[in-house]
């Protein structure tokens, strides 16, 4: 069954500098059809309040993501021998019109989702992430594991404009696409607006983890209770790269200080193995800002990490489905 | 009279790295009130349709005003002596959406044309143009002496999309805020969308002047053309800073090789010398883009040559007044 | 009462990038009269022996400020609410005569302490500190709580000059401007020049915590005996930005590897809460050697941290001075 | 005809930082059958011997020549109408092993020629231009016009190494894969060796105009002069980005003050026109030592510049074969 | 005894800015004669299979070397006082002739160790190490302390090359310069090419200590293991930067995500106190991928950090000797 | 008689980035002794009154000057051929200390010249120039010809300050240094104090060419004036790199648009040929302002260019002397 399966480029045979750029050197292809997960790029960075830049997100992740090679060093996973897994290419994005914007990202992940494929997604802007529950939840709310420095869970943006970088969460879950209950915010911090910014999110249900608990806890305990929170049913994951410290991540729009390590970033997401995933992405890498393309490259292995959680839970439906 | 003129701070004095950061270390004041020329800053990008950046252009051109001094070393103009000068601050601005980015622009700078200041602006993309014209061409269309690289008389982008930063002139056209016949467009270049690209300006009027034209005229040439055709009515000036060379002026959005030198734009724009110019802006200064500051120092620096051409335009337009 | 204290701008209304640049979007003041704290700078790099550039940081350590909101998200102080503050600009400074520059900071500061008002000043280079405490410390002598990699408690440099940024603490001990015995410096690490070198500071009775006991012992434990050493007493906070890994903070004058993270620092900023600070500053931050603004974001993070601290503790001398 | 060639993006409907990088937005195919026009990057720098990277050289090209639009805005030339272009992708190379490696890439180009294709190849460093010419002029020698700083006609290096990017004309020549009396080299500029360097390359025939030259006398005269040696014969171009001052083209391997303007080489590139181009290429572009992508612009732009010239040379080929 | 011992150029009498750059701040001496520790710099990175830049990495640890002192904080040790050391500048290189470039590495180390002294390299890509242990190693196999990302014990790359900075140690064991049982590596990690990729070097008796098993063990742990492993006999000490987090050590070829911190990799190399270090090196520092020398500024410290463990060993030989 | 020249290490021998890093790759002697030109480096910025960095200048001058070869292309001058050069390191600084400065650098100059050679100086601050003459005018004041932006002619800096990097010429005229009739500046522009900010200049008889009339006669008609002007009495040559445009050379503490052409730099330096050329300077290059080394790549070919023209002079001296 594998044998038909889009492999990547080996760079042991073809050197991580040659080639087209691709997500993680595996082929390009017109549609998500046949393909178990999708890696989308969404170049739009609509929604951003203060430094805009996350547009130019996906090119650089693909080229930094040339550094992926085939197997995962913990966990053994092999991704791409056990899910179909290819680049579908950049979503159209319109970079002057929000709510055109907003229209044509829902599009574009709906026909990824029509073609039976699970989206995994190169942001672009948090924003991002609203268009893309609103074809993933379409059907029902999803609960979401969400790692971030901020919320999002804002109301109002420079007097009466409720579609920000800042907003995506309250909006989300004001159209039903988010299950509140079985949403968990990891990595929150930084000067906030005021004292009860969040009182809204936690009023839904929400939970949040900020970080100075994290640093008590530790990820097992956190990704434990996270787990719990998102349960047995459809969930998507959220990885905001300013949730990694700016020093780790300065490619970014609002850096906040005192963030997760990426060590500490890459044993949660691992631990993310188990839950039913319905959708993934990494967003708010900002090129412009970035140094070294450290942050593209942070961002890349996310990518990876998520893939390969993502492709051990298709392996595993896949299983159930044949019994 | 000129005592009472706002001073900037001397750099033999305070150094230029300390103090509050103002265009030209003028002070800071709320309104446009009493001054004859304002710099204001338009901190606004809405309109890009590539790499957005602009919106950081008035921080950071304040940041290299600072290396201005009191007089023009050709001219021996000094425009603080003759003309009451200040730094009005940036006009409100919404990242976010663009028809209420385009009205704040309009109202802040309407503000100071009631004031009975010309505005000298610092953008912001090319489309900060559009709404300052709304403001400063009211009642009348104006002519335009415009530098660039680009002619920004196209029609529509990313389906029907009627403004982007590079639509803005083919709709001022359109209100009736330009005067085609006495507008021209100097140092345009680079490859084109297609060949009839420029087709409709010329048919409304508009001369252009193509880099190569440039470099077989010269500046002096070119620049007795340009103030015949804007003539002695009210005319605005534009500059672009990608009409200069991507190696002086990397810090923008839609670099084309070949462009002017700085030494060639300051000779042009000394030139402009004589007009009746009821404002001005530099634009399209994007500094995530830019290197070691060289863009905003070269925005900074024909902010000042513009305003000793300016600072001669009030001070003589007052002398014809007290005859 | 608080409804007359200067508030910050609102970043959800005016978006972080627009607008005069200011400590944390606070107002300027021409004076600090009136103030609880004045957020000076102090752009002087004068006692630098390597790497000059402290004499740019209050600039840009105000632009990156722009990323501070109104609220501690662990606190939940509101320093805004219950102090007044403001920035007081930055004080006059002399960058080729280091006599006359001395004098110029003690001036400034004196008169920031002879309104009444405790400052929390940006760098400069770690001899600025020296000035500041004969204003602050004129009276009497202070503690001092000290984070830095180095102990600036050396001699003499190049033959017999006795004021660098290697030397400020000796001097203010010799000067009677510190009480060693409630001095601590934390962080100290890295190579010196020879193993006595921190005899001179241990015999006068500073504690010096190495970077190898902090880890060791956690942030919680050696800020109990910082606070213990300090006392109740009138007490100085010095946070040279070295402190901070070179990693995470490259832009300074002297990187030593090993260093906190910021979270680290963070910690134990916070840990300052209950002392009687009469004066603090973030020192060393040299932006041309600065990554992205990287340690201007960490210097400003600090200050925002110090502020918190400071503004309850203003708050709670209030309220003594009430009852 | 024309309506079954491959077109570019439309950056007016698609963004220009949206979609995969390919050489100015067109198709990525598989083969170079069916074309007329082949643009291969060939990634290697095996032969530099000083500072490496111009193996990065095609990937940031592809990403700036996102910047090309469709016609050229002087000669009116739309090279996309008139022949049929596309992106073949990187030719294979070896990093590690210089006689593979050149192996490798003769090979590659082979495959372009035996389609039928001309290739316009970007490098790479300047002793890939070897193996194209084996590739290219395998069964006669071809005239040259070389734009460079330095005549690429040494002998040895480090002992006895014959394969560098200083010696690719001097083996070219001696393979019988040139015609010398063919051959002209323009903006040799620099330090040299022994004041002896360049008399083996002018005993060939080979005529070299320095840059004080050029200065002297202007793009015209020296390309009047270029065509003719070149003649009506098959001839290769080859521009070393080197050629440019390093202000704009600072991104490459041996960088010499006082270059053309790229207005200049613009200039000279267009003056190419009429000859029978049978291959040309832009190599040394260096990514690593590229700032804000200037060189690669540079580059990217030389490209399409080269490429209108080739185009319009197939389209009059076709035309006459047709009669 | 130590009175005739080369003593680095003292910080606090002549900055660290003048003067040639060595190796911190020793004489350059034109043979290793009459030394106990020769630093030594070997320019050459031809083993590189991704992005080069290694060979300029001598000169940036020369540079970045300047902010060592004389004494280590920790430890007490004074290296410059309990042995001879000094800069013999870089080995001849061959950077476009791999089989060369291996043979002159080897000889120039030959030359090191038949005068007595051993060598402390700075690289260099990690194919260095390889003549390097065929210098040091001659006689008989020795153990080997080796902190990296990857193993580099893979077998052929690009075909049938067995030469690559990913091939090394496999050579070495194959030669028998190793002796696998004595080797440890420790901080292995990032995706691999395949799950079995680091089984050979298992079988041959190699302990592998990943990331993973160090973040459960911690530093002192792990290496109170590896002091065992490497036993009594002759070691080798091997340190890629690339151990080092990428975002502490951005400037190398091949960054891997969730690397050591500087401080653990401080504290590990503090405790190979007690073994017998035959030579030592830093490689993969690759300068033009660096961010503001902070990649050299650590390679430069854990060179400081690696002298002070051998001239301690050096120290403690001659006092048996002397027994 | 040249046989006993020192040489610069050979680039296709020894690649350009290995070995330590000299001027032009000479060696480097304790003593001017038996020199005729002695290359010196003086890491001083003790006069800048804005942006510090010029004390790293030597340094990054070094590392760049090894892209220079043996023989001009021009003039065919082999300087080290015809006169004895070598680098004889720094001189003595003292960065906290600006008289303690000024006295060293003369003195080590003194010894220089008291040795016999000429020292050709890499700066350093234009501040150095002045002790520079100090030394080398010592006897009778000399001519000099001048490139710069600025006249650096003030009088008093921060109040009552007479040393900084923008009076050095007014106070060597005042000490006699210098012979005013005998000065000529070329490249003067800028924004200006006030209007007759150079009128003290001119009326001591310095002539003053700024870059408007450069532009008009161009380099061979200035610079037969400029040679007219020095004469045949001893002449000293300062070259500050900001006379060239920022663009070019960006690393520089006060950058003015507009400035020469590298190209045009070169052509003026070499029509300094057959003046008596008794020392000489290249002096503001900034590293921490650079842009990948752009300037000092500028000031390292300058110096070449400079050499070549002393090393002439020195020649035709000794055939005088022979004769």
């Known amino acids: 069954m594998s044998s038909n399966f889009f492999q990547p480029?080996?760079?042991?045979?073809?050197?991580?500098?040659?080639?087209?750029?691709?997500?993680?050197?595996?082929?390009?292809v017109a549609s998500?059809?046949?393909?178990?997960i999708a890696l989308v790029g969404i170049p739009w960075d609509g929604g951003t309040t203060n430094r805009a830049g996350a547009r130019h997100g996906p090119r650089e992740i693909r080229n930094q993501s040339s550094l992926?090679?085939?197997?995962?060093?913990?966990?053994?996973?092999?991704?791409?021998?056990?899910?179909?897994?290819?680049?579908?290419?950049?979503?159209?994005?319109?970079?002057?019109?929000?709510?055109?914007?907003?229209?044509?990202?829902?599009?574009?992940?709906?026909?990824?989702?029509?073609?039976?494929?699970?989206p995994l997604a190169a942001g672009g802007d948090h924003l991002t992430t609203l268009p893309v529950l609103r074809a993933v939840?379409?059907?029902?709310?999803?609960?979401?594991?969400?790692?971030?420095?901020?919320?999002?869970?804002?109301?109002?943006y420079f007097g009466d404009n409720p579609y920000t970088h800042g907003?995506?969460?309250r909006r989300a879950i004001e159209e039903g696409l988010l299950d509140p209950k079985r949403v968990v915010q990891i990595g929150i911090r930084g000067s906030i607006y005021e004292p009860g910014e969040h009182d809204w999110a936690v009023a839904?249900?929400?939970?949040?983890?900020?970080?100075?608990?994290?640093?008590?806890?530790?990820?097992?305990?956190?990704?434990?209770?996270?787990?719990?929170?998102?349960?047995?049913?459809?969930?998507?994951?959220?990885?905001?790269?300013?949730?990694?410290?700016?020093?780790?991540?300065?490619?970014?729009?609002t850096p906040e200080l005192g963030g997760f390590t990426t060590r500490e970033a890459q044993e949660m997401v691992r631990l993310l193995d188990g839950l039913d995933i319905v959708g993934a992405d990494v967003v708010e890498v900002a090129?412009?800002?970035?140094?070294?393309?450290?942050?593209?490259?942070a961002g890349a292995t996310m990518m990876f990490e998520l893939l390969c959680v993502l492709a051990k839970s298709v392996q595993e439906a896949r299983a159930r489905e044949i019994r």
Do not use: W
């Open 68 to 118: 992926m090679r085939r197997a995962h060093h913990v966990s053994g996973v092999e991704p791409f021998s056990i899910a179909n897994v290819a680049d579908v290419g950049d979503l159209s994005v319109n970079p002057i019109n929000l709510m055109d914007g907003l229209k044509r990202i829902e599009d574009g992940i709906a026909d990824i989702v029509a073609a039976g494929a699970i």
């Open 204 to 253: 839904q249900g929400i939970r949040i983890i900020y970080m100075e608990e994290f640093v008590r806890r530790g990820a097992a305990g956190v990704m434990e209770e996270a787990r719990a929170i998102a349960g047995t049913g459809p969930t998507y994951v959220t990885f905001d790269i300013d949730c990694i410290d700016p020093s780790m991540a300065p490619g970014t729009g």
């Open 287 to 297: 090129p412009p800002f970035d140094l070294g393309g450290m942050t593209a490259l």
């Open 32 to 36: 998500a059809v046949g393909l178990d």
């Open 137 to 156: 939840a379409k059907d029902r709310p999803v609960g979401m594991v969400h790692f971030d420095a901020h919320s999002d869970t804002n109301d109002r």
């Open 167 to 169: 907003t995506p969460f």
């Open 9 to 28: 480029v080996d760079a042991s045979a073809v050197p991580r500098f040659a080639g087209l750029s691709t997500f993680m050197r595996l082929p390009a």
